[in-house]
C-alpha cells in the first residue's frame, strides 16, 4: 500500500487505537471479561510497557493498524510478546498486518530481543512462529501444550524452556492469563 508509514505510537493516539482494536475484535456475544479494546491502556501501564514498540500505520493523518509489542519471560529468560495486532475493517487484507509484524520484529531485533512469543492460528507461521510446545514452552504449570501458544526466535538460540509469562497485564487478579 502506497503512503503507509509506521511510527511509534503517541498518548494523543490511544483513543483512536481503541477504536482500531475495538472494531477488529469485537464481534456479537463477545467476551465482556476481556475486551482487547481496554487493554491497551492497561498495558501501557504496565512495566513490561515498551513505547518504542508500541506501533501504528497511517496513510496520511489515518491510523489504520496497531502492534504491540511488550516484555514476557520464559522461566527468567526476557524476551516479548506480540498483540494485540489490529488493522481498521476497510484496510484488513491488504498487507497492512504483515507490514506491522515485519516492522515489530526488525525493531525487537534492533533492542536485542531473543524471541517473541504470541497466541494465534497458522497466519502467523509465514513470519517463522512455530509451536512453542516444540521447545518445552508452556503456559502454565500442568505442562499441557497450548496449540495457540508460538514463538519465534530472533536468533539462532534456541535453548529457552519452561514456563511462559506475559506481563502483568494479561492476568487477572487471580494471577489467571484473561
Known amino acids: 500500500m502506497e503512503n503507509l508509514s509506521i511510527r511509534q505510537a503517541r498518548d494523543n493516539d490511544i483513543e483512536e487505537i481503541k477504536g482500531i482494536v475495538k472494531a477488529a475484535f469485537d464481534r456479537p456475544g463477545k467476551n465482556e471479561y476481556f475486551n482487547e479494546w481496554e487493554f491497551v491502556d ?12 508500541c506501533l501504528i500505520a497511517t496513510v496520511g493523518k489515518e491510523i489504520i493498524g496497531y502492534i504491540l509489542l511488550s516484555k514476557a519471560f520464559i522461566g ?3 524476551g516479548l510478546s506480540l498483540g494485540p495486532l489490529a488493522v481498521k475493517p476497510s484496510y484488513q487484507r491488504k498487507g497492512i498486518g504483515k507490514r506491522l509484524i515485519n516492522y515489530g520484529m526488525k525493531k525487537a531485533k534492533e533492542k536485542r530481543f531473543e524471541w517473541i512469543v504470541l497466541t494465534g492460528g497458522d497466519y502467523y ?30 536468533n539462532s538460540n534456541r535453548e529457552v524452556f519452561g514456563k511462559m509469562r506475559f506481563c502483568d497485564s494479561f492476568y487477572d487478579g487471580n494471577g489467571e492469563l484473561l
Do not use: C, M, W
Not at 42 to 50: A, H, W
Not at 135 to 150: A, F, I, M, Q, R
Open 42 to 53: 492497561k498495558v501501557r501501564n504496565d512495566s513490561g510497557f515498551i513505547p518504542e514498540l
Open 76 to 78: 527468567k529468560n526476557g
Open 125 to 154: 507461521t509465514q513470519f517463522g512462529f512455530e509451536s512453542a510446545s516444540k521447545y518445552g514452552v508452556v503456559l502454565s504449570d500442568n505442562h499441557l501444550e497450548n496449540p495457540y501458544l508460538k514463538i519465534k526466535f530472533l
